[in-house]
């Protein structure tokens, strides 16, 4: 099955926003083992709309459509389709209910006459209820058996839509079952990951490793199609454990909805230990990103933001001689930023971490991008050094994510494997 | 003019990467003047690459290519636009020492075989250097006299050589020039800045005040079609004293460049002043926000992550009378937050933050998304009440943004505005 994925709206054109909606598509199209060939975007123009629909039912057998199903008169996607396939709008009147559901429950907006036109559906067409608004999506079958999806624009209404409906639903046309697993890594480079198995790669017919990377962290994908969930999963298996063995402790997690803060969130839960935070370049950033994690508040003691040698002096306890003799980014500095925050309590972990973001401030002993980060965990002190390239943003950005993992390591090492 | 944006890569398709250069560009478009009616996205195909230029050559006057140019065999844009245009492919010896040169500066890459492909042009175009790569951008004219012009994927390649030298070249073959000035307004939701303005976009025709919404922020830009830069400034300048009218204190910058945390850290330069940061439920987002301007380290003393009401005893001197009767989220308690950050220091500017960024916390009297923000400037408290709509991560985004303006308008309330 060969997919287009058609995006409509105006906003595109002008770049007023960025089309996030076809990435998604394509990808979830990846997982379901369809092939997409063309994405085009196209403005609120029922001329140009329809001249792209007629091009995409001569080269693609599926046809994804998000956006223009608003109440406005711009919305035109229904419309346009409706007319290029010959087929009439009819109301439904499920829709209409659900509409009126909706503007009940959203106490203080009132139904205006265009909310009527959401209750419109392509005659024939299979409707997909929206849980997030009130345009619904629509399945429509061609006579020549081609199938059009119209989705909804605005992406909190398109992906769980998406997720509850049309994957499911496209999936069961595929022959057999895709079957897929995930394994996120850090602390490993892209390009080597990639080179560590690049043989795996070069080999492979069923299943699929399709390596995505990320600031700091790559995610493999390994995909089998087969015939049932089952046989998928058995296929799977041994290449992720050949994964497994190749990226040991470097892999954070499997589980597709999980990310390295969670990781580590649960990491202290788990073993009962809270944590304090002294942040110098990343000013705060990476103790925002445990902070994401709903429920950090059970862990997180506190944390300093200490820029300056006198903040690090005051609230930290570094020792005026160590920055004098050592630096602010140093070893040292980092050591005792680690103790100082945890302040030597019980059950406490700490992270520390002093570098050199940039533009300005480097020399050729310490250049822009040298970062210490320093963890303290049941007791011990772990300090390491990092070399990290690019801008200002970019060497926070890998200082955080890179912090967050010797933080995860660090707390595995002291009461994982030691316990074992 | 009417432009067609072509983006070349498999891993669009496959959905690895957002196109954001197809964005970029037409936002560029846009401030060009030039219409934008279609964008098209293939993979790395001969043949469906081909079909794809012949489309937009038979509806467009303007081709922008994006991707496809590197070393690689894979890369064909350069390939098949020749093909297409039925022109050959010819060594360019400037573009082959900078190649040289680039690998020179680049200590420890060595020039492979497949990179001097990169040397070769299209016949009769237009090279345009690369300072960022060496894949250099191209500009052909076809005898319909349509332009196509090859640019590299990779935004840092890509931006730099679109602004530096393809934007004027475009800006040349449009009729006249276009002058356009932004303002960048904050504290106002999108909705309210747009009603407030409908009057003036319903009745634009030169210039047009085109509305960019991002999280808590809105960016007018106004833009004039003049035979003359100078003309176009005249033109432009009656819409944006209006618009300063309108919006008056709402506005934080009229650069394109400066963003709100480089306008906060200038007024702390500009009036002498340091500042202390006290966070709650944003976890260090707002000082990491600050430390985004290069050189902030000057004007951050230090701050401090109080997730715990015993932190905000020990670090901040909040009284735990205050945290017992009005509760750690209340305009008491961020009172007394911002000024134990202050620490009644001398020139000494303070800011905090506490709020319920949900999802669990919230109750009838205050709702996920209370949060108070109060700032200490001058020896003067002031604490604002939010009511914030959206999930966490929102929430915070919100929290910082508003931060960050309520320390903008209190500055100049005090510093700027009093001394008049």
Redesign the interface.
Known sequence: MIAELISVGTE?????????N?????????ELGIS????????D?EE?LAS?IK?ALSRADLLILTGGLGPTKDDLTKEVTAKVLNKKLIEHSHTKERIIEYFTRKKGLEITENNWKQALIIEGSTVVDNHNGTAPGLIVKTEEGKIIILLPGPPNELQPMFDMDIFPYLNKLQPGVLYSEMIKICGIGESKAETMIQDLIDGQTNPTI?P?AKTGEVHLRITASASTMVEGKNLVKPVVEELEKRFSTHIYTNKEEENLEDVVVNLLVKHNLTIS?A?S????????R???V????AV?????????N??KE??LNVSHETLETYGAVSRETAAEMARGACNNLKNKTSIAVTGLA???GGSEEKPVGTVYIACMVNGHVKVEKYQFKGN??KI?ELTVINGLNLLRTSIIEEFELNSN
């Open positions: 595109i054109l002008l770049g007023n926003i960025v089309n996030t076809a990435n998604y598509l394509a990808r979830k199209c990846a997409n060939y063309y994405q085009v975007s196209v403005g123009n140009r792209v091009t399709a995505y935070t942040e370049c990343t000013g705060g950033l990476l103790t925002g445990l902070v994401n709903p429920g950090a508040s997180l003691g506190e944390g300093f933001i200490t820029y300056s006198e903040a005051k609230y940039g533009p300005g200002r943003q926070r």
